[in-house]
């Protein structure tokens, strides 16, 4: 098996979403749960992985249909996040009080899945990251090696820091 995972390291060239990044972002949910961080920081990376996997999975398949890779990202992320739901769950109130009476859509108490919330942000990032690392290099002029990989971990990274701190 580690001579598998070596053997990742020997490819000339990495494609965004590639087997590392799926591992990556796998092992930072598993480093996550051992460290003992808030739920939703683990969701910011379990729906990273869900996102990446997707991606892996729908650019691997024989094309057989229109919108298969966001197909494949959606149902990705929907059979692998929500079975953790109930592991994971963390229900926070939203108080809006602005006008009105109580009960009103302006004046009511909202819960927020925030496990939910944060694993779709942890998708968003994996599936922004290409684009904002297709800018930088054009900015740069060039690309560094492995650029798309530390970018993407890089905003996980803040995301879960961020996250961390304000709960």
């Known amino acids: ?4 995972l070596l053997s990742l390291l020997a490819l000339p060239r990495a494609a965004a979403h ?26 910011i990376f379990i729906g990273a992985f869900a996102a ?4 892996w999975i729908g650019r691997r398949v024989r094309r057989f249909m229109r919108w298969q890779v966001p197909v494949f990202v959606v149902l990705s992320w929907l ?12 229900n926070v109130p939203l108080g809006v009080f602005w006008f009105g009476d109580y009960g009103t859509l302006f004046m009511r108490t909202y819960v927020i899945d925030l496990y ?4 779709a942000v942890g998708a968003a990032i994996v599936v922004f990251a290409p684009s904002l690392s297709a800018w930088v290099s054009a900015k740069r002029g060039r690309q560094m090696p492995y650029q798309g990989m ?8 803040i995301a879960a ?7």
């Open 161 to 167: 820091v961020m996250t961390q701190v304000i709960l």
């Open 18 to 43: 590639c087997p590392l990044c799926t591992l990556g972002a796998a092992a930072a949910a598993g480093g996550a749960v051992a460290l003992g961080v808030h739920p939703a920081v683990i969701g």
């Open 116 to 119: 939910l919330v944060t694993a």
């Open 79 to 90: 059979t692998t996040v929500l079975p953790l739901r109930m592991v994971l769950f963390v």
């Open 52 to 55: 990446s996997m997707g991606y």
């Open 1 to 4: 098996m580690l001579a598998s």
């Open 150 to 157: 530390l970018l993407t971990f890089g905003l996980l990274l």
